[in-house]
Structures are given as structure tokens and as C-alpha cells.
T-cell receptor
Framework: AAGVIQSPRHLIKEKRETATLKCYPIPRHDTVYWYQQGPGQDPQFLISFYEKMQSDKGSIPDRFSAQQFSDYHSELNMSSLELGDSALYFC????????????FGPGTRLTVT | GDSVTQMEGPVTLSEEAFLTINCTYTATGYPSLFWYVQYPGEGLQLLLKATKADDKGSNKGFEATYRKETTSFHLEKGSVQVSDSAVYFCALSLPQNNAGNMLTFGGGTRLMVKP
């Protein structure tokens, strides 16, 4: 079965640079979520989209922005990177109706040096 | 707000030992409950779920029962294997009017199984 696809899987950036992470949800899933997992931490919700509109916002810094496109893929844009942004970034997708299961992608490991 | 509390790790067991990882939650409404597993260097995989009180989720020998009276969803396995070594996350979700089913995670419990 198709899963959530994330690219790139690994990314190394320097401080103050920008990064773009991409996510391709499971086909027919209309909701995309972004989570950040710091070293030894649990995943923290950043932002979600439903039908290309932002639907909820968590602890996402103002330096970050995201959007969902017409083909339902999503991109997380991160600017003015800081050392503390080094983390695993997970994208997840689900169908919105009812108590549907959220499926996670393999994550993008971002290292800021 | 909604929250999940799970026992701190690491939990170290010998192969074939019995496993319990405690998880309790606080939520307004009636959440769905999940256990996700994260193997070293990998993403989060759904292990099992339960959507209403007294439901039992099970998968790969793991079980957890949704206990509304104690607001708990403890994970158990009768005989662990070395390959079960991973970090286990308890999570809840509540249908949000505008946000789908956003997950709230516990802190994770690292399980180490020794041969």
C-alpha cells in the first residue's frame, strides 16, 4: 500500500539558511499534518491543512510557513534556520471524516550547523 | 488541555519477558487512543488503536485496552523479542471541528530487549 512520502530524507543546512521540506500524502487523504521531533523528544504538532487550507496551528515558529497544493502535496518552508531547528520533521496524512487513522511518513532529518 | 503521560524509560527486559508500558490520558470528550512505535532511525508506525471504551487494540502480539474509568491505555506483550526494541509513543486524538484528527503524544518510552 502507498505510504506518505517525504523528501529529502536528510538535509544539512547552515545557520540563517532556508530549507524546504516536501510531503506527498497517501492517495485520497485530504488532510496533511506536520510534526517536529527534537532529539529524545516526542513529536510536537506544527501545522495542518485540509483541502489546501490551513486548518490548525500548533507550535510553529513565525520563521516557518507551509502550504498545501492542488495535488494535495505539502511543503514546509523554514527560513533563518537556527541550531535549535535541528530535528526530525514528520509529515502525516489522513482522511478528515470520523476517527480516521493518521499515517506518518519516514521523516526528514534536518541538521543545522 | 489534552495530554498523555507514559512511563519514562528506558525499559530494559530480557527476551521472552512480559512487557507493560503504562499510559494515562487527560482529555475533554472521548478520544481515540493509539500506540505508535519508532524503530531506530525510522518514522512513526501505528502499532494499534482503540476508538471507544473497553475496545482492545492488538497487533504483533501487543495489546492495549481502552479503560475509560482509569483513563488508561497500557501497552502489554506477553513475550518480547529483541526486534521489539524501539521507542513506543502513546497518543490520543479528538476530532477537531477544523483540524481533522490531530494527535497529542506522550513523551515516549524506550524499550531495550536483551538476548
Amino acid at each position: 500500500a502507498a505510504g506518505v512520502i517525504q523528501s529529502p530524507r536528510h538535509l544539512i543546512k547552515e545557520k540563517r539558511e532556508t530549507a524546504t521540506l516536501k510531503c506527498y500524502p497517501i492517495p485520497r487523504h485530504d488532510t496533511v499534518y506536520w510534526y517536529q521531533q527534537g532529539p529524545g523528544q516526542d513529536p510536537q504538532f506544527l501545522i495542518s491543512f485540509y483541502e489546501k487550507m490551513q486548518s490548525d496551528k500548533g507550535s510553529i515558529p513565525d520563521r516557518f510557513s507551509a502550504q498545501q497544493f492542488s495535488d494535495y502535496h505539502s511543503e514546509l518552508n523554514m527560513s533563518s534556520l537556527e541550531l535549535g531547528d535541528s530535528a526530525l520533521y514528520f509529515c502525516a496524512s489522513s482522511r478528515r471524516q470520523g476517527r480516521s487513522i493518521i499515517y506518518f511518513g519516514p521523516g526528514t532529518r534536518l541538521t543545522v550547523t | 488541555g489534552d495530554s498523555v503521560t507514559q512511563m519514562e524509560g528506558p525499559v530494559t527486559l530480557s527476551e521472552e519477558a512480559f512487557l507493560t508500558i503504562n499510559c494515562t490520558y487527560t482529555a475533554t470528550g472521548y478520544p481515540s487512543l493509539f500506540w505508535y512505535v519508532q524503530y531506530p532511525g525510522e518514522g512513526l508506525q501505528l502499532l494499534l488503536k482503540a476508538t471507544k471504551a473497553d475496545d482492545k487494540g492488538s497487533n504483533k502480539g501487543f495489546e492495549a485496552t481502552y479503560r475509560k474509568e482509569t483513563t488508561s491505555f497500557h501497552l502489554e506483550k506477553g513475550s518480547v523479542q529483541v526486534s521489539d526494541s524501539a521507542v513506543y509513543f502513546c497518543a490520543l486524538s479528538l476530532p477537531q471541528n477544523n483540524a481533522g484528527n490531530m494527535l497529542t503524544f506522550g513523551g515516549g518510552t524506550r524499550l531495550m530487549v536483551k538476548p
